[in-house]
């Protein structure tokens, strides 16, 4: 595609409730990253995996968060038993090293009620 | 403990005249940098990069600036256009070719017509 998507665009989920949002990367991209982005907040770094594998979740903030990208391609990044504290914009992007440039998707807004 | 800091929240400038966007970091070990651009529902563009060994780099009508002794970046627009009001983030990284950016809160720049 001509950029990286991501779905769904908006989740209202209750506390306690599992969640998972989806990112398409741009194709032939390797790396690929999620961020989560508090209201007034820089992006802050989750995850990154290189084709399919995850180097690095040192961001995720629990164990309640749990990302794959198992064909190299397409990532999911799933939250169980989302808490309000989980409200936020997640990010996806992409790049092909080695640029340093990564592209945004347009973000999942998720709102735990 | 903010590692990249974008003190001004927001910045009103006429169409026209310059816009400067700055960014402190504290992290010594930080040697390359990036601005981010942010429409409202949107992910965020890259805009400009530079690397710690240069102090300087131009892009068109965006040239960014490093101090790297004042850890202190700075992105100047000029002339400043309304479609450029967006929100600008700065972000660095502490080795070359690393993913993991850090990024600043942002700074909303609104140019008036």
């Known amino acids: 595609g001509a950029g990286v998507s991501q779905s769904p665009r908006y989740k209202v989920a209750k506390r306690g409730q599992d969640v998972a949002l989806r990112c398409d990367p741009i194709s032939g991209h390797v790396s690929l990253f999620w961020y989560q982005q508090a209201l007034g907040q820089g992006p802050e770094f989750l995850t990154y995996f290189q084709n399919e594998a995850q180097l690095d979740k040192s961001g995720l903030p629990s164990d309640r968060f749990f990302a794959e990208r198992p064909e190299g391609s397409v990532s999911t990044l799933k939250i169980q038993r989302t808490q309000q504290e989980d409200s936020a914009v997640y990010l996806c992007?992409?790049?092909?090293?080695?640029?340093?440039?990564?592209?945004f998707g347009p973000g999942t807004r998720l709102t735990v009620t | 403990d903010q590692q990249v800091k974008q003190n001004s929240p927001s910045l009103s400038v006429q169409e026209g005249r310059i816009s400067i966007l700055n960014c402190d970091y504290t992290?010594?070990?930080?040697?390359?940098f990036l601005w981010y651009k942010k429409y409202p529902a949107e992910g965020p563009t890259f805009l400009i990069s530079?690397?710690?060994?240069?102090d300087k780099n131009e892009d068109g009508r965006f040239t960014v600036f490093l101090n790297k002794s004042a850890k202190h970046l700075s992105l100047h627009i000029v002339p400043s256009q309304p479609g450029d009001s967006a929100v600008y983030f700065c972000a660095a990284s502490d080795d070359a070719g690393t993913y993991k950016y850090i990024f600043g809160t942002g700074t909303r720049l609104k140019v008036l017509a």
């Open positions: 530079i690397s710690s060994i240069k």
């Open positions: 992290n010594s070990m930080f040697d390359y």
């Open positions: 992007a992409s790049s092909r090293p080695p640029s340093y440039e990564q592209y």
